[in-house]
């Protein structure tokens, strides 16, 4: 499976309890979290997430934070094997895609994962690794 997937932005305070209140309004909304990235600075933490209901997510996340931000991104499935990751960025290379961002999971009990990808162009990058 690989698409073009709507990703939120939250800023959030860097500080204890953000993330849980976050997380917690999503739950009670019954929207999952599919895949999620963050990253702190010293006064804020950018969430990044990818989840099943966009939609309804941003709603919530808009009444509870400052700012949202809706990207697209390639949300992909990939062998969870050495190497796997190389051969995409390889892939990319050859067809002069850049990489903005990329954040992906995988447990040693399972045989796929998951990859978040944004590029400079979504579309070749679809067609790059179709």
Avoid: W
């Avoid at 997937?5 to 309004?25: H, I, S, W, Y």
């Avoid at 099943?52 to 919530?60: L, R, S, V």
């Avoid at 796997?84 to 961002?101: D, F, H, K, M, P």
């Amino acid at each position: 499976m690989m698409k073009i997937e709507p990703q939120l932005a939250v800023f959030l305070d860097n500080r204890p309890g953000m993330l849980a209140k976050t997380c917690q309004e999503l739950a009670k909304a019954k929207i999952n979290i599919l895949a999620l990235s963050v990253l702190d600075t010293i006064d804020h933490a950018v969430v990044r997430m990818v989840v099943d209901k966009p939609k309804e997510a941003e709603q919530i996340l808009t009444r509870q934070h400052a700012v949202v931000q809706r990207r697209d991104v390639i949300f992909m499935d990939v062998p969870n094997a050495v190497g796997a990751l190389a051969s995409i960025a390889e892939r990319l290379t050859q067809a002069g895609i850049n990489v903005e961002y990329a954040y992906c999971t995988g447990s040693p009990a399972q045989s796929g994962g998951a990859l978040v990808l944004r590029t400079n162009d979504l579309e070749a990058t679809i067609n790059a690794l179709s």
